[in-house]
Structures are given as structure tokens and as C-alpha cells.
């Protein structure tokens, strides 16, 4: 299969940005992609080395990953909402020769690119700096036909450990031939995609599920329409608007989608959706049954990692039968297993381990490679769970203490290593409580200096202090006050107590 068909029309649309309708053909992706591929091997890049790009949904996003996955290169999105030292950290992580970011990140990157190790060529779309060449100007006289050496490529995406420190999820580079027919690929036309697909893209491109399910629509020749930002009655819109046909979402935008009024709600088309996919987060059973109520048997939903080394599926009928399910294993065998990793009976709640044949590692940490590895070889994203009798897999927790809201994925310890340098904290526990809106919401619990100083000019400025050091989504919004947090003498701290407490009165 190619990577961009070239048995399609050159003026079939391949991207369309939702707010400003700029459009990019697949002849027009095809010959950016192309340039910018001449553009990465004129800088020396070769197969197997890393390009790094941080910017908000742009219509170059796109060509930037099909350049770099046809030059056999690791590509690493970023999230434009960190902070630029988060920003920095994951550039020299990933060892980029190539960094590409937008005008509208400026400050950030005037603040990191002193900073960066490695010197890479610095590139930016829709202007420039003094630290920064124009991209559209480095690309204009590249040329258009494939680079001679082409070879598939790989993402290279971060996500965050519990050290605090994001992780590299890096895989072995495809190995196929050029036009190979790739099992992955082939396995993701269960949705039934082809060219007359119509696809909306709500979320950021540097999230794995969005960056993966675009890259691929392309290579059935869809077209994908992505939104600049998410908005619950846009999103509505842009449906009946374009007859969108496929589309792809995390549980929060159904919750911001069901919170309008009815009036608004009914009043748009959602007739032409066949394929309404989510994922990244646990769904409210009550919010799944009224989508489907809604939209009709069209939602599936699945569950994997950026690590990709298994994932499960489930349609709507199969959902209704087995309420609370994230479906059966697609592609892999899931063991659900003890502390010792030995597998565990059906019904009984343990870790939940994927066997297949892929593998991958977490970029300069084979600590943490190990530690998601049973002894088996299977490998966990970190979640616990169980399977019936049926083979259905149930969540029960996530990774250990990890938050997910909103969909994101963020890790405490990050949060916690920040607001423990403020002078007037002693302590700190950060974990996620119930959130009507997003699932989780950040909570910190601190032992301050001196009780006396406790109160909401406390809580503000220590809110503020934390936005100052990362990004605004991993800090709390919220702060609680103990004169001791429960550690044990070793200095192990009980945090599930004090999170327990507050679900407990959730519940």
C-alpha cells in the first residue's frame, strides 16, 4: 500500500482546516511532502535519525509527518501547550536534527533555543525569527519528486513517566518495501474507510490516536476536515456541513456535546456519520448510552497505548450487552496476571498484559522498558482489570495513580516535583478526583511550612506558582491542606488514602 495514493485524482482533497477552510490536495500533499523530504536530506538527516515539530493544528502538520514517515526518519509531535522548558527537555531527549515551529509559539521558542543541545536546524511556519529560518521559504525550491533513498519512517511520540520526565515510545523502523501491503494498516479498515471518506479530527495532531488515525485515512484516500480547536457546537456543525462520515473522540467532547442545550443539539444532521470512534479515557456508562441513543449503533470504541503493542475493540451492540466493556483484543492475546505476572483466572482482577509480535521501548530508560515487561515478554500500558468469560475486558484502575483528564494523560509525580520547590510547602500529594466534566480533575493536597499562612491566598499562589514551571493542564485546580501528609517512616507516601477519601465521598 502506498503512503499517499497516487491513484487518486491530484485535485481530490486530502485536508480541509475547519475554521479558515484551507484545503491541501493530494497532489499538493504529495509534492510537499516531497520537498520536504529533499529538505530533511539536504540536512544531512538519514534514515533512523529523529525530527522534532511543536506546533498547533497547521495545515503543514501533516506534510511535516508524511516527509519525514517517507525518509525513513522518527518524527516527534509535540504539544504546543508545554512549557518551553518541557519543550527543551523532550528535543534533546529524542536527539532531533531538525526542529519545526510556528509563529505563534515564538516566545516559547526564543526561551528553549538557547538551550537545545543537539543544534538542530530550527525551522518556522507562517514567519520567522532571528533563531528560526521561514519554513514555507526553505521548502519553495525543493523539488517535488521522491527523495531516491525513500523507507518508511516511524512516530517517536512522549508520554509522560511517573519519574515526571516525559518518555520516548520508540518502535523498530517498518522494515516493509515501498508499497507493501502492512498488516497495521490493512487491520484499521474495519472501519470501512475509502475514498469517499469524510473524516472530522476534533483533538490536537501531536496527540498519538489523532496523528495516527489521519496519517492513515490518507493512505485510503479520505478526507480528513481537522479543527484548530475543539468546540462542542462546531463540532456539530462541521458534521452536517461536510457529511462527515467518520470521526474520532475522547469521552470529555460526548460530555461537552450532551451539555447542550437540546434545542441546539437537534437542530444539526449527524445522519451521514457511520463511524463515531473513542478512546484515551474511561466513558461514563450513562454518557456512552446516551450517545448511542443519540447517534445511533455508530460509536465503537477501543483501548491501546502509544506503545501499540495490542489494543481491544468494541461496537455499539456488543457495548449494550457487555455495558462498562472496552472490547475484546484485536491482533494480540490480553493475560490478566499477579504481581509475580502469573496469569490470573477469568473474572479475577489483575494487571492487563498484551501478547503480540511488536515490541517497543521507552527511549533512554530501559528501567522503565523492563518494569512494563512480564517475565513472558508481554507488555502493559499499566492498568489493571479483568476479562469474562467472553474474553471482554473490563477496566477497573489505571496506571498507578496516573490522572487522565480530559483524555490526557498526566502524570503526578511532574506536578508534585514543581510545587515542592515553592518555600512555603513541606510536602505534597498530587492525584486526580471525580470530574463531572473532564473525569478527572488535578487535586493537590499540601503540608505547608506553617498552618497559619493556609487559605485561599495560599492555594492561589501556589496554583500560580505551579502554571509558572508546566504546562497549566498538569496543575491543580485545586489545593487542600493537612498539617502531615501519611508517609511511612522508609518515606513512602500512602497516597491512595488520601486520594481514597476523596472518592470514597464522590461516591
Not at 8 to 23: N, S
Not at 287 to 315: C, F, H, L, N
Not at 465 to 473: A, E, M, P
Request: hydrophobic share 40%; with cysteine.
Amino acid at each position: 500500500m502506498e503512503m499517499i495514493p497516487s491513484d487518486y485524482p491530484r485535485d481530490h482533497t486530502a485536508i480541509v482546516m475547519a475554521a479558515t477552510g484551507k484545503t491541501v490536495t493530494y497532489g499538493e500533499l504529495e509534492d510537499l511532502s516531497n520537498q520536504i523530504a529533499h529538505l530533511f536530506r539536504s540536512l544531512g538527516a538519514k534514515r533512523g535519525d529523529v525530527i522534532a515539530l511543536c506546533m498547533e493544528n497547521h495545515w503543514l502538520f501533516l506534510p511535516v509527518c508524511w516527509a519525514a514517515f517517507r525518509s525513513g526518519l522518527y518524527f516527534t509531535a509535540i504539544s504546543y501547550r508545554l512549557q518551553a522548558s518541557e519543550v527543551e527537555y523532550i528535543v534533546n531527549d529524542c536527539g532531533a536534527k531538525v526542529l519545526i515551529t510556528s509563529k505563534m509559539l515564538e516566545a516559547n521558542f526564543r526561551a528553549l533555543k538557547p538551550k537545545l543541545e543537539n543544534a538542530p536546524v530550527c525551522f518556522m511556519v507562517d514567519g520567522e525569527s532571528d533563531a528560526a529560518s521561514s519554513f514555507e521559504s526553505a521548502i519553495s525550491n525543493q523539488l517535488t519528486c521522491p527523495i531516491d533513498d525513500e523507507s518508511y519512517g516511524e512516530r517517536l511520540l512522549y508520554s509522560s513517566g511517573t519519574t515526571g520526565n516525559p518518555k520516548g515510545i520508540k518502535k523498530p523502523l517498518p522494515e516493509y518495501e515501498l508499497g507493501a501491503e502492512i498488516e497495521t494498516v490493512i487491520a484499521a479498515n474495519r472501519y470501512e474507510y475509502n475514498s469517499d471518506t469524510i473524516y472530522l479530527s476534533p483533538a490536537p495532531l501531536y496527540h498519538a490516536a489523532p496523528l495516527g488515525f489521519n496519517m492513515t485515512l490518507t493512505r485510503f484516500g479520505a478526507t480528513t476536515v481537522i479543527m484548530e480547536h475543539f468546540d462542542a457546537q462546531e463540532s456539530l456543525r462541521l458534521i452536517e456541513a461536510h457529511h462527515i462520515t467518520h470521526s474520532q473522540w475522547v469521552p470529555t467532547m460526548f460530555v461537552r456535546m450532551l451539555k447542550l442545550p437540546d434545542d441546539v443539539r437537534q437542530q444539526y444532521d449527524m445522519s451521514s456519520l457511520k463511524f463515531a470512534v473513542h478512546a484515551a479515557a474511561p466513558c461514563p456508562v450513562d454518557v456512552k448510552e446516551q450517545m448511542i441513543q443519540w447517534w445511533g449503533p455508530v460509536i465503537w470504541e477501543y483501548y491501546a497505548g502509544t506503545e501499540s503493542t495490542g489494543r481491544t475493540i468494541i461496537d455499539s451492540v456488543e457495548w449494550l450487552a457487555h455495558k462498562g466493556s472496552v472490547g475484546r483484543a484485536v491482533d494480540c492475546s490480553i493475560h490478566i496476571v499477579d504481581d509475580n505476572d502469573d496469569p490470573l483466572p477469568t473474572g479475577e482482577i489483575g494487571g492487563v498484559y498484551f501478547e503480540s509480535k511488536l515490541t517497543f521501548e521507552y527511549l533512554n530508560d530501559p528501567v522503565k522498558t523492563a518494569e512494563a515487561t512480564s517475565k513472558q515478554g508481554w507488555t502493559t500500558l499499566g492498568d489493571v482489570g479483568y476479562l469474562d468469560d467472553e474474553g471482554y475486558l473490563y477496566l477497573t484502575d489505571r496506571k498507578s495513580f496516573m490522572i487522565i483528564s480530559g483524555g490526557v494523560n498526566i502524570y503526578p509525580q511532574e506536578t508534585e516535583n514543581a510545587l515542592i520547590s515553592h518555600p512555603k510547602v513541606m510536602d505534597v500529594a498530587v492525584f486526580g478526583v471525580p470530574d463531572a466534566d473532564f473525569g478527572e480533575a488535578v487535586k493537590a493536597v499540601v503540608q505547608p511550612m506553617n498552618m497559619e499562612e493556609i487559605g485561599a491566598e495560599l492555594e492561589a499562589e501556589l496554583i500560580a506558582y505551579c502554571r509558572s514551571k508546566i504546562s497549566h493542564i498538569k496543575c491543580p485546580k485545586s489545593v487542600d491542606f493537612l498539617e502531615e501528609l501519611p508517609r511511612h517512616p522508609t518515606g513512602k507516601l500512602y497516597k491512595r488514602l488520601l486520594k481514597d477519601q476523596y472518592w470514597q465521598t464522590s461516591a
